[in-house]
């Protein structure tokens, strides 16, 4: 048996949504985005049972571009799995910025809305 979540809609009533909550921090913070600032889409989406999906969307995407984004800065700049065992600190150091590279485009593509 599917275990059923509640939304509360912006009308107050509980909405039920089969599709579990399987996204992370872009979700929640497109969650958060949709709520304050579009709450006739968020109410379409919870009225018709279909914002867990919309939001494990959302992860899985933003997760996707997150990884081309990052291999794609690694590979312009010549970035190695060997430097990863020569110079670990160098590598960890890039490896972080470039995470925080792509966390702004997510941003920007995925949560700001």
Aim: hydrophobic content about 30%; glycine content about 6%.
């Amino acid at each position: 048996m599917e275990e059923l979540i509640y939304h509360t809609g912006t009308d107050g009533k509980q909405y039920p949504d089969t599709t579990p909550e399987e996204y992370g921090r872009v979700g929640a913070e497109h969650l958060k985005q949709l709520r304050q600032k579009a709450p006739e889409q968020y109410q379409e989406l919870v009225v018709a049972g279909k914002l867990n999906a919309y939001l494990n969307d959302i992860e899985e995407r933003a997760f996707d571009t997150m990884e081309r984004i990052v291999s794609s800065m690694a590979k312009k700049d010549g970035l190695t799995e060997n430097m990863k065992d020569s110079d670990p600190m160098k590598w960890v150091g890039l490896m972080n910025n470039y995470r925080h590279e792509a966390d702004k485009v997510i941003r920007e593509m995925y949560i700001d809305i």
